[in-house]
């Protein structure tokens, strides 16, 4: 069992950042792969970023490229997303999620554990 909970959104003026924590608990939790998703009002909820259990592979969604870095620290059972460069378009409820297969993944349905999300709002 795995348990998530999301830390640091918050409110942001664009063109600035935010670093965004999930803080896991469990102890096989450095063998899960970890992604973050977002959910915009009416939309669905989309993949941004996945990171393998030990870090040396990552994913991004084409539209934070550049942008957002994923990274973890095992020893401290978190997942980081730092975004730089916000946009109006990126305010979102973001969630984390962990798989156990290890491997970071685009799709939703791979996913065993979700936290309940942290509020990101980008001004314009």
């Known amino acids: 069992q795995v348990q998530l909970v999301e830390s640091g959104g918050g409110l942001v003026q664009a063109g600035g950042s935010l670093r965004l924590s999930c803080a896991a608990s469990?102890?096989?939790?450095?063998?899960?792969?970890v992604g973050w998703f977002r959910q915009a009002p009416g939309k669905e909820r989309e993949f941004v970023a996945a990171?393998?259990?030990?870090?040396?592979?990552?994913y991004y969604v084409d539209s934070v490229k550049g942008r957002f870095t994923i990274s973890r620290d095992n020893t401290k059972n978190t997942v980081y997303l730092q975004m730089n460069s916000l946009k109006p378009e990126d305010t979102a409820v973001y969630y984390c999620?962990?798989?156990?297969?290890?491997?970071?993944?685009?799709?939703?349905?791979?996913?065993?554990?979700w936290g309940q999300g942290t509020q990101v709002t980008v001004s314009s």
């Open positions: 990171i393998s259990w030990g870090g040396g592979r990552t």
């Open positions: 999620a962990a798989d156990h297969l290890g491997l970071g993944s685009s799709r939703r349905d791979e996913y065993d554990y």
């Open positions: 469990g102890r096989t939790f450095s063998r899960y792969g």
